[in-house]
């Protein structure tokens, strides 16, 4: 009998582990954005086209990559963040899985350009479905530029499965408010079909919340700080009154990386408690910073799910600090400031 089993062809291996990073355009931008974040970038840029199903392109001022780290920034399990199985547990970039440009490049067509700062020239190079196609220097500033172009071409069954651009552009929207909110001290734009949507100056978190959502934020902040071996707790909350209707303006981000998490987003509610018009959710951008060897990123490849060793301090720290700020602006004289 013939043996059956045989090994898969890297562009296959890519595009089947693509799958679980790329899944819409708005997740190239987050990881593009956050590898720009992570090369020390104070400048970042990202231009969009046809809600991301066209183009994708960031270009940043960061560290860039030389001639060969270019060529390997695309190779799968390759990174310059982490090297030993200590470093998984003290993660402090936002990458690290080094599995993002390899999954984007078996799945679109990539031109990537880079230079590093102490180089006389970069580096450009053309991959299309993991295939490198060229690779020459080019003259270039510092940094790096980063083209994604036509998005699951060689994949139609997930092309077709992509949704309106206005649903698309949302996700996208979604991501960049994230990224530039959990780094205000970084200037970020972002241009739509050539139109530009945010012009975003380096500023303090709550000038950048104002830039982002808008004027009417401006009174409506009430800032959230503590201060506890466990965890440091900062950021604003929305002032009840000002909760809306609709969820979607609710932020943690726990040492910079934006996170989901049922269980805090109830300890920020109870913090309300009888505060909040029913069935209204209130508005919070909140920061958690905490040992990184107390929590578990690695849990889901897009690490929007972590996981606390401690989460029910947490838990009751984020209520107490959310509690304090409420009441220390005067909402609220009868609230209890147990914990
Ligand atoms: P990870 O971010 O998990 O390391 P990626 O596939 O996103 O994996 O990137 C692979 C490597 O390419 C990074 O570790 C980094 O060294 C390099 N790289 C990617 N994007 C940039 C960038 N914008 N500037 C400088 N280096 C980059
Ligand atoms: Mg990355």
Request: net charge neutral.
């Given at each position: 009998?013939?043996?059956?089993?045989?090994?898969?062809?890297?562009?296959?291996?890519?595009?089947?582990?693509?799958?679980?990073?790329?899944?819409?355009?708005?997740?190239?931008?987050?990881?593009?954005?956050?590898?720009?974040?992570?090369?020390?970038?104070?400048?970042?840029?990202?231009?969009?086209?046809?809600?991301?199903?066209?183009?994708?392109?960031?270009?940043?001022?960061?560290?860039?990559?030389?001639?060969?780290?270019?060529?390997?920034?695309?190779?799968?399990?390759?990174?310059?963040?982490?090297?030993?199985?200590?470093?998984?547990?003290?993660?402090?970039?936002?990458?690290?899985?080094?599995?993002?440009?390899?999954?984007?490049?078996?799945?679109?067509?990539?031109?990537?350009?880079?230079?590093?700062?102490?180089?006389?020239?970069?580096?450009?190079?053309?991959?299309?479905?993991?295939?490198?196609?060229?690779?020459?220097?080019?003259?270039?500033?510092?940094?790096?530029?980063?083209?994604?172009?036509?998005?699951?071409?060689?994949?139609?069954?997930?092309?077709?499965?992509?949704?309106?651009?206005?649903?698309?552009?949302?996700?996208?929207?979604?991501?960049?408010?994230?990224?530039?909110?959990?780094?205000?001290?970084?200037?970020?734009?972002?241009?739509?079909?050539d139109l530009e949507v945010f012009q975003l100056p380096a500023a303090k978190l709550s000038q950048r919340i104002v830039a982002i959502f808008g004027k009417s934020y401006k009174e409506q902040l009430a800032a959230c700080?503590?201060?506890?071996?466990?965890?440091?707790?900062?950021?604003?909350?929305?002032?009840?009154?000002?909760?809306?209707?609709?969820?979607g303006e609710q932020f943690f981000f726990v040492n910079n990386r934006y996170i989901r998490n049922a269980y805090l987003n109830h300890a920020v509610l109870t913090a309300y408690e009888g505060l909040l018009p029913k069935?209204?959710?209130?508005?919070?951008?909140?920061?958690?910073?905490?040992?990184?060897?107390?929590?578990?990123?690695?849990?889901?490849?897009?690490?929007?799910?972590?996981?606390?060793?401690?989460?029910?301090?947490?838990?009751?720290?984020?209520?107490?600090?959310?509690?304090?700020?409420?009441?220390?602006?005067?909402?609220?004289?009868?609230?209890?400031?147990?914990?």
């Amino acid at each position: 009998m013939p043996d059956i089993i045989n090994l898969l062809p890297e562009y296959l291996a890519n595009q089947i582990a693509a799958g679980e990073v790329v899944q819409r355009p708005a997740s190239v931008v987050k990881e593009l954005m956050e590898n720009a974040v992570d090369a020390g970038s104070t400048n970042i840029q990202l231009i969009v086209k046809e809600a991301g199903k066209t183009l994708i392109q960031v270009v940043d001022n960061g560290i860039g990559m030389s001639p060969t780290d270019a060529r390997m920034s695309f190779e799968r399990h390759a990174t310059s963040k982490i090297k030993s199985t200590e470093d998984l547990f003290r993660i402090r970039t936002m990458g690290f899985r080094g599995e993002a440009l390899a999954s984007i490049a078996a799945v679109a067509q990539v031109e990537l350009k880079t230079k590093r700062r102490e180089a006389d020239t970069g580096t450009r190079l053309v991959i299309e479905g993991s295939e490198v196609i060229n690779q020459e220097p080019v003259a270039m500033p510092d940094g790096t530029n980063l083209c994604v172009k036509n998005l699951f071409f060689n994949v139609p069954a997930r092309r077709n499965f992509l949704k309106s651009n206005a649903v698309e552009m949302r996700h996208i929207l979604d991501e960049f408010t994230r990224i530039s909110l959990s780094h205000p001290d970084m200037a970020f734009s972002l241009y739509q079909n050539d139109l530009e949507v945010f012009q975003l100056p380096a500023a303090k978190l709550s000038q950048r919340i104002v830039a982002i959502f808008g004027k009417s934020y401006k009174e409506q902040l009430a800032a959230c700080e503590e201060n506890t071996p466990t965890v440091k707790v900062s950021g604003y909350v929305g002032k009840p009154e000002f909760a809306k209707k609709s969820r979607g303006e609710q932020f943690f981000f726990v040492n910079n990386r934006y996170i989901r998490n049922a269980y805090l987003n109830h300890a920020v509610l109870t913090a309300y408690e009888g505060l909040l018009p029913k069935d209204s959710f209130p508005f919070y951008v909140l920061f958690l910073q905490l040992d990184p060897e107390s929590i578990d990123i690695n849990v889901h490849p897009t690490k929007t799910e972590i996981k606390f060793d401690d989460e029910k301090t947490v838990y009751a720290i984020v209520r107490a600090a959310v509690k304090q700020s409420l009441g220390l602006n005067n909402i609220a004289p009868s609230l209890d400031f147990e914990g």
